[in-house]
Every structure is written in C-alpha cells, then in structure tokens.
C-alpha cells in the first residue's frame, strides 16, 4: 500500500472515531432559534473562510464538513469571495458526499455594490454550492455610511437581493459588518433584513468602528447594532469570535471565555473558524456544556481584552480582506 493511501485510510479512520465519540443523540448540538426566520440552528457555526479552504485539500475538507454535519452542526457559513468561490465549492461536494443539504443551513455572502451582477453572482453560488437554493444570502461586510449609500441606492445589490428572494434564489437575506457599529446600526434601523452578522467578541466590546478606539463601550457592535437587531427579531449570528486567532496566548482568551461570551450575548449561532479535528470535538464539547456567563464575568473578561487589544484589533479590522 502506497504512503499517501495509508496516510488517507489513517486520516479518515481518525475523523471516523472523532465523530464517533461525538455522535448519537446525547452528543447533537443545541440549538437556538433565527430570528424571524423561525429556523433552529446550532449554536456552533462552520466558517468557511482562510481557517477551512487554506488548512485542507479537497479530499479533507470534504471530510470535514460530512464531519461537522455528524457532530451536529447545522449552520454552515461561506461567501462568493472566499478564495473566489473555492470555499463554496468545497461546501457543496462536502455536502453532496453525505447525500445532500438536508437538515443544514446555508448561508452565504455576495460582495459586489453592484445590482446588475448580483443574479449572475447567486447562480454562481448556488452552482458552487450545488444546491438550487440558499437558506441565506448577506450583503457582504459593511464598511461604513458611504458604503451603507451604495449598497441602498437605486439599481443596487439591496435591490437586487430583495428581488433574488422574491424570486426564491434565497430564502431569506441578511448584512454583515466587521468593524463599523454606526453603520451597522443605521442599516437595521432602516430596512428590514431577516438576519444579520457582526463581529462580537469580548475584546471588541470597546470598539468604535474603524477611527479612534475608545474607553466607554457606548460605540460597539454590542451597544448599538445588537439592539436594533433583537427588537426588530432578526437572526443574529457572531462572528470573529477569535478575532481571527489575534488573541491567541493570551491567558483570558481561552476558547471556552471567547465562545461563552459570544454564546451569552442575544445571539443564535457563533461562526468559528475551525481548521482540524480536534479544533471541532473541542469547540463542540464546550457547546453542549455551555451555561451563560453572568454579567459580572462578561464584564471582567471585556474589560481585561479589551484594554489589552481594542486599538490593535480596530487596525486590524481597518485593513482586514475578508476574502
């Protein structure tokens, strides 16, 4: 037997026992309702960015994600610009080699301003994807007032997404944003999206967008877009829940202070990055034995985070390719 054989029989006898371990109905995932959406998804969401199209080939990534099925997670979360298309691709026969999406939730993201490409860009996707429709389309990382006037203005891809879900392409539609609160909050307050998708996690409990960070924690996602989003019902979903790993070693941020927060907030799911194995049975023990934080705790943990990292992190954000 050649080593590349023996090293895939190996590799996949030790997802098989991973999942395994994970499997049977004490082991399934909580989940929590969407909104509005009246969709239950489970509280750990697959990220389908850099930590899983840059840490697999086809053949592992379409493991993993049968993999991640089995463990329980139902929400899965890609966009058009992740590796051009690549992540949606390797979604799509992941979910074709467990027989199909059904029981999943699939939510994707479309980065163009421009309402004339939107159509060809969602057939482009759900082809990817080999599905004929999405559970969830964003309209994909939100910068700022200016760019909130593109995306809302006649001909733009507000326009055309509200028409892609009239026409079935989506089931429903939703707006994310990385690093601008304000605007964020102003998008919801206006139009009535079915879900949204912010970045939430205790060291950004202090952040004010992408100008000068600040002490209070009045400017955050958390203080003015959470809200907005809980009153109106919309599905909320956290994601940089790691900050894209830029708190690593640091001895607060341990995976189950970083997910507890995110999980404590009025949040459906959390988007995780989840490059291995491991990573996932460990990400889902914590989930199924999650309790809330109590305010007290969330407050220190934000406040010792926040201190440490808000500055760097609004850099980071500033210049972050979502892509």
């Known amino acids: 037997m050649g080593a590349s054989r023996r090293e895939f029989l190996q590799s996949a006898a030790a997802l098989a026992g991973i999942v395994k371990s994970l499997a049977g109905a004490e082991a399934k995932l909580p989940t929590r309702l969407l909104g509005k959406t009246g969709e239950r998804v489970s509280m750990l969401a697959l990220g389908g960015g850099q930590r899983f199209y840059q840490t697999h080939n086809e053949e592992d990534a379409v493991r993993f994600v049968v993999q991640a099925a089995e463990a329980g997670i139902t ?26 999406k059904q029981g999943l939730f699939l939510a994707t993201k479309i980065s163009s301003r ?69 605007a964020m909050e102003l998008a919801l307050e206006r139009h009535d999206f079915d879900c949204c998708q912010m970045a939430l996690n205790a060291a950004m409990a202090d952040m004010i967008g992408t100008t000068k960070p600040v002490t209070a924690g ?11 989003a809980q009153r109106k019902n919309m599905g909320v ?30 949040v459906a799911t959390a988007v995780v990055g989840i490059p291995t194995g491991q990573h996932l049975e460990e990400n889902i023990r914590l989930v199924k034995a999650f309790q809330p934080m109590g305010k007290a705790e969330m407050q220190r943990l934000a406040r010792a985070l926040s201190t440490r990292n808000k500055t760097a992190l609004v850099e980071f954000f500033r210049h972050h390719v979502d892509a």
Do not use: C
Request: charged fraction near 25%; avoid cysteine; glycine fraction near 8%.
């Open 75 to 100: 929400y899965f979360d890609t966009a058009d610009s992740y590796a051009r298309g690549r992540s949606e691709e390797l979604l799509g026969k992941g979910f074709q080699a467990r027989g199909g």
């Open 114 to 182: 421009d309402g004339a490409t939107v159509e060809a860009t969602i057939e482009r996707s759900l082809k990817n994807l080999q599905v004929d429709q999405a559970d969830l389309i964003h309209i994909h990382s939100l910068e700022n007032e200016d760019d909130l006037a593109r995306i809302e203005a006649k001909g733009g891809v507000l326009e055309a997404l509200l028409k892609a879900r009239e026409q079935k392409l989506t089931r429903f539609i939703g707006i994310t944003s990385h690093d601008a609160p304000a």
């Open 218 to 228: 009045d400017q955050s996602f958390e203080a003015l877009a959470l809200p907005v």
């Open 237 to 266: 979903i956290a994601m940089k829940v790691f900050a894209r790993d830029a708190l690593a070693g640091q001895p607060e941020a341990t995976a189950r202070n970083l997910i507890y927060y995110a999980l404590s907030l009025p």
